[in-house]
Every structure is written in C-alpha cells, then in structure tokens.
Nanobody, 126 residues
C-alpha cells in the first residue's frame, strides 16, 4: 500500500512564500513525482514534475521562475518551493507519484500517476 502524506499548505500574502512537502511510504520504486493543483470550479492542472533518478524537472508556464520542485530520494519526499505567490495560485495542491517508466510523456496528465496525496490548501491573500 502506497501512501502520500502532504504538509506545508496555508495562508500567505501575495508575494510571500510557502513550501509544500510530500512523503511517500510503501513504494518499491518511484519513477517520478509531481504536483498538481485544483482551484474551485476548475479542473486539476499540472504544476511541476521531477524524475527520481535524473532529477529532470518540468513546470507549467505560469509558475516558471517562481516555483521549484526538488526531491530527497533517501526520504522518498518531494518538495515544492513556491515564491512570489499570486492570488491565482490559490488552490488545493496535490502531490502524485508514478511508479514506472513511461515513454513519450511529459507527465503532465493526472491519469499518468498511480497514487495521490490528500491535498493541501494554499490560499494567497491580496
């Protein structure tokens, strides 16, 4: 049984910073981990992803230069450092894990991931 436990969400003023963490327990191997977010009334959208072995990263355009995804393989943990937060970043953030390699994929689609965290609310106030 694979479990993902998130932490680090909260309320922050615009321009502020937050760091989300997601610890995975149970998996024998991990290919990649990602972060998605879902605002009220909107679909879940890709935020960032990182491969476990090579550390390759990918970001959606709206967060490039502001968010940084990183991982600690020894802890099976992925982080999302969010700087210069904007009101448009307000959403529930979900971490996800993909266990096996996938060809021809940017890992930007929710159905490419096997397990999900419980979600962390991030609220950015003006």
């Amino acid at each position: 049984q694979v479990q993902l436990v998130e932490s680090g969400g909260g309320l922050v003023q615009a321009g502020g910073s937050l760091r989300l963490s997601c610890a995975a327990s149970g998996p024998r191997s991990i290919y990649a981990m990602g972060w998605f977010r879902q605002a009220p009334g909107k679909e879940r959208e890709f935020v960032a992803a990182i491969t476990r072995r090579g550390g390759s990263t990918d970001y959606t355009d709206s967060v490039k230069g502001r968010f940084t995804i990183s991982r600690d393989n020894a802890k099976n943990t992925v982080y999302l450092q969010m700087n210069n937060l904007e009101q448009e970043d307000t959403a529930v953030y979900y971490c996800a894990v993909r266990l096996s390699f996938i060809v021809n994929s940017m890992l930007r689609r929710p159905n490419e991931y096997n397990y999900w965290g419980q979600g962390s609310q991030v609220t950015v106030a003006s």
